[in-house]
């Protein structure tokens, strides 16, 4: 029988513990798993290698995705680096340019003395990737909405492009969530997430996924998962599948939210600029609303003036916290020229529109009535 994205995040994978009936499948801490014979265990030998909390999340997270295998890892940035890591020394990868700033620093300084070399493209319009191509461009690695301009890129334009020349896709979709897209539907290889993010959604727990339904790349991240063994905990496991179960109610009110704030923030005379693709006035609003089946939570909006203005706007807000991250429950703001994109160089930045005044929030999901007014008060403030 199939059933919606909410019953789907409540009960795949849930089975009823066999041994005391308990609803939710336990915390199982054990390292080991006593075999009946030499050889002959229950599908579990050694935790690194699997158990039954991560199996249970990583069933979970696939269907959710539509995917058929998922993997989960001890971070975000893990489940990069495993990818990556599957790839021949002598690799190439196009990545679109203004990708998570992790990932951007796994790429130039890690990989790449691995002899992985990446080209970073801006990939808005898709037909910029074309003269990218090498013979060895083994992969393409996406972020859509990207960080923290929330450019849309067109993921099955890319899909297409890709395969014509024997690469796959990665889509970083966790901007996102599976609730509101699903990169496998138009054409990704495969999807990761920081699950850190929305997934667990409390702020609580540091932990990564990747889902794919090919099997020849699921086989080959399966042995790199055992074999560099960046793993998360059974605990991060458990929290997380927890945290999915209320991700559709989550992601709506999220929405809900951003939606609220960011055509509150285009009224405000203090505001330069709103970057949120729900509005109508976003460059890719048409694209997003075929792509995605909503708008997330991340908003971000340049303020008129300069530095001095943003850290009064941020140290005059008392329901949104000014800190890194996104994705919880609770709002979060941040100046990616600072603190998120402090890394990238100046030059880039520019480039990329990441200015002194650009502000990023997560959206959480307090009342929105409250959010606009601590942005109200805070804004008149500032000035
Ligand atoms: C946070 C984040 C990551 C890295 O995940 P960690 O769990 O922090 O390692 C990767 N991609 C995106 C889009 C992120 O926001």
């Known amino acids: 029988m199939s059933s919606g994205f909410g019953t789907r995040a409540v009960h795949a994978a849930q089975r009823p513990d066999p041994t005391t009936g308990a609803v939710i499948p336990p915390l199982s801490l054990s390292t080991t798993y006593k075999q009946s014979a030499a050889g002959e265990h229950t599908g579990f030998e050694y935790s690194r290698s699997g158990n039954p909390n991560r199996n249970n999340f ?66 808005s319009d898709p037909a910029n990737i074309e003269k990218h191509f090498k013979p060895n461009t083994k992969l393409v690695w996406l972020e859509t909405p990207t960080n923290p301009t929330l450019r849309v890129i067109d993921i099955k334009a890319i899909a297409d492009r890709a395969h014509a020349h024997g690469a ?53 991240l399966q042995f790199m998962q055992n074999s560099l063994g960046a793993v998360p905990s059974a605990f991060d496991c458990f929290m997380a599948r927890r945290g999915l179960m209320t991700l559709e109610v989550r992601m709506q009110r999220h929405a809900e939210n951003a939606q609220a704030v960011a055509e509150y923030l285009q009224s405000n005379e ?24 909503g708008f997330g939570g991340m908003i971000s909006f340049r303020v008129k003036g300069n530095l001095d203005n943003v850290n009064k706007l941020l140290s005059n807000l008392q329901h949104i916290t000014l800190a890194e991250s996104l994705g919880g429950v609770e709002s979060l703001v941040e100046v990616p020229a600072i603190m998120t994109h402090g890394a990238v160089s100046p030059e880039d930045r520019a480039a990329l529109g990441i200015t002194d005044t650009l502000v990023r929030i997560s959206i959480g999901i307090e009342n929105k009535e409250d959010l606009i007014a601590d942005l109200e008060q805070a804004l008149a403030k500032a000035y």
């Not at 990704?188 to 727990?205: E, P, W």
């Not at 330069?272 to 048409?286: K, M």
């Open 58 to 123: 990583e069933e979970a997270i696939a269907n959710l995705e539509g995917a058929k295998f998922g993997l989960a890892f001890a971070s975000g940035s893990a489940t990069t680096a495993t990818i990556v890591n599957s790839l021949e020394s002598g690799s190439h990868l196009i990545s679109v340019n203004d990708v998570y700033g992790g990932t951007y620093r796994y790429f130039t300084k890690v990989a790449a003395n691995l002899k992985i070399t990446t080209s970073f493209v801006d990939l």
């Open 270 to 293: 203090h505001i330069e600029e709103v970057i949120y693709p729900g509005l109508p006035s976003h460059p890719n609003h048409e694209l997003a609303k075929k792509q995605q089946s």
């Open 168 to 220: 796959k896709l990665v889509v970083d979709n966790t901007f996102m969530s599976p609730y509101f897209q699903n990169p496998i539907a138009w054409g990704a290889d495969i999807v990761i997430h920081s699950v850190t993010k929305y997934i667990n959604g409390h702020s609580d727990v540091v932990m990564g996924v990747a889902v794919t339904s090919d099997e020849e790349w699921y086989k080959k």
